[in-house]
């Protein structure tokens, strides 16, 4: 997958709209429809860093669809970091104690 197919992907994932993407980014609404359309617009450096930043993703990933950083996990696993980073220290606590009881099931 490309820069447009991880976006979209991307934008499913967090339920944002392109226009909320923009305001949050910085990046102008039309350039992103671009980005997304069937053309497929490469973004400037600039641009896709401020994306990648809203979106909690690098720009590798954006572009390869492989996180540098984490490059053996799954979708799954990358769902559940992401939403395991959203709780407290107490519930992420609780998660890993839990996924290591699954583990030993």
Do not use: C
Not at 38 to 57: E, N
Not at 73 to 78: D, G, K, N, V
């Amino acid at each position: 997958m490309g820069f447009k197919e991880n976006l979209k992907s991307e934008l499913t994932y967090s339920g944002m709209l392109v226009k909320e993407l923009a305001a949050k980014s910085g990046v102008n609404k039309y350039s992103i429809d671009n980005y997304l359309n069937s053309r497929g617009q490469i973004p400037s450096v600039d641009a896709a860093v401020k994306i990648a930043h809203v979106l909690g993703v690098s720009v590798e990933y954006l572009v390869t669809g492989i996180e540098s950083q984490l490059p053996q996990l799954s979708y799954e696993a990358r769902i559940i970091g992401r939403l395991a980073e959203q709780l407290n220290e107490k519930d992420r606590q609780f998660v890993v104690d839990f996924i290591k009881w699954l583990k030993t099931r």
